[in-house]
């Protein structure tokens, strides 16, 4: 009996040991400003408050579970209304992302974003982050002195998918509202409601419940460690425009953007990214300049397909504004129409 309660308490000391030593995952998050970080005068204000009011480490006291969770550690990037990001900041950014997933100590990074942008930045991400250590962006629609403000728990979730070994190799993810979506394919369809970020046909990689995540889905298109692009050694991003097409749009548009010498446009056009014969025209000025032209839709869904008739690269499936992020990313590399409007087909 001596030998069994010796056995038993030597055990116990083991397992405790080892509980002891077993370590968190270490999950970075950095923080870019945004609703998730902003404040208004109430508790009532979900309209017309400041963004990007709150510091990084703020925003990690107010969740004090996630302690329990992960290493936390975090960094603060900007802290801007995301309506005000730019290229230069997406590009350090990435730069930065991928400095701290080549750490072997680093296991995963949250990113807090601004909602009105957060789909632009969060592509350029999947499209030049070479690791397949999970990347995940998240947000909020509600001020943080706001009744049920849900950045806390958008973060907390966040942090949880972040460090999630399950999490390894699906592209950047958008976690918001309860729910896993891909950068690829999620965008804010809505102006003010919580459950704003969709991917209205593909639909989402999966959900939190009780606090883990559930994966359904992967994506096929090329991301991250895969994607042949590589910003790290890059200075800028060139600059590519967007024209939307409606009744009576005017040629001078196209001539404004060649006399400053853009790189690029993406052209919104009806329907199956059709073209008027105003905005043709000035297209076919752009194209004997030397800018290379997209042509996305105005329709929210659908495949733009590629055509004999219509001038310009078929934006396949991305909004006009993730074909710009595409478009401008794919300019660092080549300006062939052919191998750019595979990349259209294959990221």
Known sequence: MKFKALLASALLIVCSICYSEVKLPHIMVL??????????????????????????????????????????????????????MTSDIILTLSQRVNELLAKDDVDGIVITHGTDTLDETSYFLNLTVKSDKPVVFTAAMRPSTAISADGPMNLLEA????ADPKSKNRGVMIVTNDRI?????????????????????????????????????RVDKIHTKDSTFDVSNLKALPTVVIIYGYQ????????????????????????????S???????????????????????????????????????DSLNPAKARILLMTALTQTRDPKLIQQYFHNY
């Open 31 to 84: 923080a870019t400003g945004g609703t998730i970080a902003g404040a208004a005068p109430t508790n009532t204000q979900t309209i017309d408050y400041k963004a990007g009011e709150l510091s990084v480490q703020t925003l990690i006291d107010a969740v004090p579970e996630l302690k329990n969770i992960a290493q936390i550690e975090g960094e603060q990037i900007v802290n801007i209304d995301s309506k005000n």
């Open 277 to 315: 014969d105003r905005s043709r025209n000035g297209i076919n000025k752009a194209l004997d300049a030397g800018i290379v032209v997209v042509r996305a839709s105005r329709t929210g869904n659908g495949v733009v397909s590629e055509s004999n008739i219509e001038p310009g690269i078929a934006s």
């Open 159 to 162: 942090v949880t998918v972040a």
């Open 181 to 217: 979506g891909s950068a690829r394919f999620t965008t804010k369809t809505n102006t003010t409601t919580t459950d704003s970020f969709h991917a209205t046909e593909q639909g989402a990689l999966g959900v939190i419940v009780g606090g883990k995540p559930h994966f359904e889905t």
């Open 248 to 275: 009576d749009d005017p040629e001078y548009l196209y001539d404004a953007v060649i006399a400053n010498k853009a790189d690029g446009i993406v052209y919104v056009g009806t329907g199956d990214g059709s073209v």
